[in-house]
């Protein structure tokens, strides 16, 4: 087995046997890694706290011949203190990490998808935008290179709307070519400029029903690329 060493953050974990934890990660230099961390559960366990899901961690592992490595050091990059102690911010976070393990690949380096989710949670840590999920799922599907089309109708490439929403075919609508269901001018604006450079002015928006419809248009665009439904934030509306 060799031995190395990584930037990850702890997606989900599940129990193995009785002391054992299987984690996974998402690492900058791997990809998604799956790893056993033998004895976290354990009270005498030195780095089991530190392997709880959304931690960012410096990780040094084995890589074993099967699909599992084995977790034998982890130490704390940035501990997130505040999403850990407010419901909120622990719901919207794990909202990212669960959206992360749907697209990362497992043993596929993708740096990017690393930066935008450690950009996330930092967004979350330190301010906890309304916006932040719905603009991360956005960001995520333009990073993928699907993203919604939403500046113009996706059948006749007429640009004046008013625009339906029409997931299912790509993007919107307008009202000649029919289908979709209605979206306001304002989501529709809020939504065009995540996509178009403004995602710092968009963070800024306070909740609104304007930033509850923009989240539901990424949530239902991000869940119809995966084809599941993502369960961390309609718990946390629920």
């Known amino acids: 087995m060799s031995l190395y060493r990584d930037v990850a953050v702890v997606l989900r974990t ?75 911010r622990l719901s919207r976070a794990s909202s990212l990490l ?23 949670l930092r967004t979350v840590e330190q301010r906890n935008p309304p916006m932040v999920c719905g603009a991360f799922y ?41 289908g979709g269901r209605p979206i306001s001018d304002s989501a529709l604006s809020v939504s065009r400029a995540v996509l178009g450079g403004g995602l710092n002015t968009v963070l800024e928006l306070p909740e609104s029903s304007v930033t509850h419809e923009v989240e539901d248009l990424a949530t239902r665009a991000l869940e119809s690329h995966i084809e599941r439904r993502l369960r961390s934030l309609r718990l946390l509306h629920d």
């Not at 749907?102 to 950009?119: H, I, K, N, S, V």
């Open 14 to 88: 599940y129990k193995l046997g009785e002391a054992d934890r299987i984690v996974v990660l998402m690492t900058r230099g791997r990809g998604k890694v799956r790893a056993v961390a033998k004895g976290v559960r354990r009270t005498t366990s030195k780095f089991g706290s530190r392997l709880e899901p959304g931690s960012h961690v410096q990780v040094q592992l084995h890589e074993g011949r099967g699909e599992l490595h084995i977790v034998t050091q982890a130490e704390t990059v940035e501990p997130y203190h505040r999403t850990r102690e407010d419901l909120t």
């Open 98 to 120: 669960e959206a992360v393990d749907q697209l990362a690949q497992e043993g596929e380096p993708d740096r990017r998808l690393f930066d935008m989710l450690t950009g996330g």
């Open 138 to 178: 956005l960001k995520l599907l333009a990073a993928e290179g699907i993203a919604p089309e939403l500046d113009a109708c996706v059948s006749c490439e007429e640009e004046g709307g008013p625009f339906f929403l029409a997931l299912e075919e790509g993007g919107v609508r307008c009202r000649s070519c029919g």
